[in-house]
């Protein structure tokens, strides 16, 4: 009897052991600390268990750590990011922007984009005029600046959306905008000090008008219409014959987000091949439109110094006709920078100014 | 003399100790298999089967979004 109560109870033990050595270990508790990308003011915070909330930092063991990288985060924000900017007119930002411009409606929702950031800059730049004149500064330079950049602004006006070098067009003047941005950026920091550069940037910072608030309800209304287009395209790659959706979200009864979640349950509803074959299409389609900014990038480059010179004698012209004698200085300038310039390939900061760190 | 000892034994301990091997290895048999069957279901997830996040991701990339602004650098 002995002998069979110590097998039972071996094989009992054995029960257990098995047991225990396939339940699951209870997982260990990881504590990392992270600081939040959106406000890198506030100091850093530990989280366990990838419990993070918000736009957080790559984790990082101890408080010190995170600490150190936040300050150095902190350092690189309040550098104006223009500053890192490359000479190459055409960035990824600008070739994705073109993707969409093979759609119907994609180069207007761009060309009026451009517009509206055009304008806001000219009315901030003539903000910051106003500020200076009214301090005493000497603005004849800044003026010239601007007065430029309400020449590129009447290019943008004029451009057809429909027309075959729409996309070209757009990578030219918006390349224009952003280095006469740089330009009077460049200027007005060399004019002030640090602590009158931080104010005026302060007082300008929000500023807005019913010319601004016309232009955001266009584009609103004009990328509205771009995306009923690709709603309906989607339909017909998914094979939905109902438009329902398409209506509320004209109406405004739902909006982007909810017809964006709807689409894709309409897609994981059908059959795993079908979903295959949904996804192929716009696979296909997003080929096309990158092939599509590739090409158009890549011929917008080609001659790009040639016509960025083509554009200064016209805007010469405009200048003479104007009798702006500061504008009409500064173009020549230009035009003489870029017929002197290393081959010519001067695309970057015409007016001759480094591209300094300091504020 | 296993044999000897399994012979000699009562009935009613031998069916207990087939029944604690039965348990035994059932206990083993559901472990290994649960566990297999999570890994079957973390390669479906990170294999090239399709994702309900590919499909999004496609259709995020076909909008344009309402308040999206173009940025051509700050005048200040």
Known sequence: ?359 | MIVECVVNMDKKILSILVLLVVVVSATVLFVSFKESSQDVQQDFSTGEDLTDDDISNEIDDAFIPEDEELDIGDMI
């Not at chain 1, 366990?48 to 909330?53: A, D, G, L, P, R």
């Not at chain 1, 640090?194 to 004009?222: G, H």
């Not at chain 1, 017929?339 to 760190?357: A, L």
């Open chain 1, 1 to 359: 009897m002995k002998k069979m109560l110590s097998i039972i109870m071996m094989l009992m033990l054995m029960v257990s052991f098995s047991t225990l050595a396939m339940a699951e270990e209870p997982a260990e508790e990881e504590c990392y600390w992270y600081y939040d990308v959106d406000n890198p003011e506030n100091e850093c915070v530990e989280y366990c268990n990838n419990t993070t909330s918000g736009n957080v930092s790559e984790a990082y063991d101890t408080f010190e750590d995170c600490e150190e990288c936040r300050l150095e985060f902190l350092d690189n924000e309040t550098e104006d990011p223009e500053d890192n900017e490359s000479e190459d007119p055409i960035d990824d930002e600008t070739e994705k922007q073109i993707e969409k411009m093979n759609y119907s409606h994609g180069a207007e929702v761009r060309l009026l984009q451009l517009e509206k950031a055009i304008t806001k800059n000219l009315l901030k730049g003539e903000m910051a005029v106003s500020v200076l004149q009214g301090l005493g500064y000497n603005t004849t330079d800044l003026e010239a600046i601007l007065a430029e950049m309400h020449l590129v602004l009447d290019e943008v006006q004029a451009a057809d959306p429909e027309a075959n070098d729409s996309v070209q067009i757009f990578i030219d003047l918006k390349s224009d905008a952003k280095n006469l941005t740089t330009q009077f950026r460049e200027t007005i920091r060399a004019l002030l000090s640090d602590v009158k550069y931080k104010e005026i940037k302060e007082q300008i910072r929000n500023i807005t008008s019913d010319e601004l608030q016309n232009y955001s309800k266009k584009v609103r209304n004009l990328i509205k219409q771009f995306n009923v287009n690709q709603i309906y395209r989607l339909y017909g790659i998914i094979g939905n014959q109902s438009s329902d959706f398409v209506n509320d979200y004209i109406n405004g009864t739902v909006n982007l987000t909810q017809v964006k979640l709807q689409l894709s349950k309409m897609v994981n509803m059908k059959t795993k091949e079908k979903r295959m074959n949904i996804f192929s299409e716009m696979l296909k389609e997003k080929v096309q439109n990158k092939n599509f900014a590739n090409s158009a990038a890549g011929n917008a480059k080609g001659n790009f110094s040639e016509r960025h010179l083509e554009r200064l004698q016209k805007r010469l012209e405009n200048a003479n006709n104007s009798g702006n004698e500061k504008l009409l200085e500064k173009i020549q300038n230009e035009i003489q920078n870029y017929e002197n310039g290393p081959g010519n390939g001067n695309h970057g900061n015409d007016n001759g100014k480094g591209k300094g760190k300091g504020k």
